[in-house]
């Protein structure tokens, strides 16, 4: 955003505009980056999909429609992806290419992390980035201080104020951890101070700004409610 490449209300049928079918779609022509971000955009990928063949985003636009974007709430993965997908479309480099100057070399990670991919080599974006436990607590101690890290603004103060504070509401979820606000791909705690990066098998990163703490950790715990708990 801040580099002019896009906006939050940018719609994604104008960047992907070869998918834009020729009978009108309303919700097609409504949905924004905006509503990828905060997974209100309301496609409804199957978690069955086959990722091993295929174009992941053609398999995106032509998921059913769960809602109209922004009428709904629902954790779908593959809106991470389409994230990743933009960037590679706008910039010519895949997600990870784009990242190592702007977001990983800076926390000092160096090496290149291994992050499972497309047929065309981009990052999935929503799942599959393999970091260590120090990492990633690189990464969360700098959205904690405000997108700066070793006193270098790394991502933009605005932009991680946006990120971790409700944007939506999502009240579809079971878990009660689950149910108090999403922002930008991060939680809202129950507390509702606190925020929290969130990944599958308990992968936590915990901000409580009230403490000036934060919970880092790399787990196997399946039942990631019980883990929660804990914390």
Known sequence: IDEGLLT????????????RPKKFDENLEKMTVFHLLTMTAGKDVSVFSDKTKGNWVKQFFESK????????????????????????????????????????????????PFWESDFEGNPAGGWGLFITTEELTRFILCIQQGGKFC?????????????????????????????DGYGFFFWRNRDGESFRADG????????????????????????????????
């Open 8 to 19: 939050l209300d940018t719609k994604v049928i104008d960047i992907f505009p070869e998918f």
């Open 65 to 112: 429609w769960a809602f109209a974007p922004g009428e709904g709430w629902r954790y779908i993965s593959e809106n991470t992806y389409m994230c990743s997908a933009i960037i590679k479309r706008l910039t010519g480099q895949n997600m990870l290419d784009y990242l190592m100057p702007r977001l990983f070399e800076p926390l000092g990670i160096t090496r290149r």
């Open 151 to 179: 006193g270098k603004q790394v991502i933009p103060a605005w932009y991680v104020e946006e990120a971790t504070k409700k944007q939506v509401e999502n009240p579809q979820n079971s878990e009660r951890d689950s149910t």
């Open 200 to 231: 599958m098998f308990s992968q936590f990163g915990f901000v409580f700004n009230k403490y000036d703490a934060a919970v880092i950790m790399t787990c196997s715990e399946v039942f990631e409610e019980k883990t929660r708990d804990c914390l």
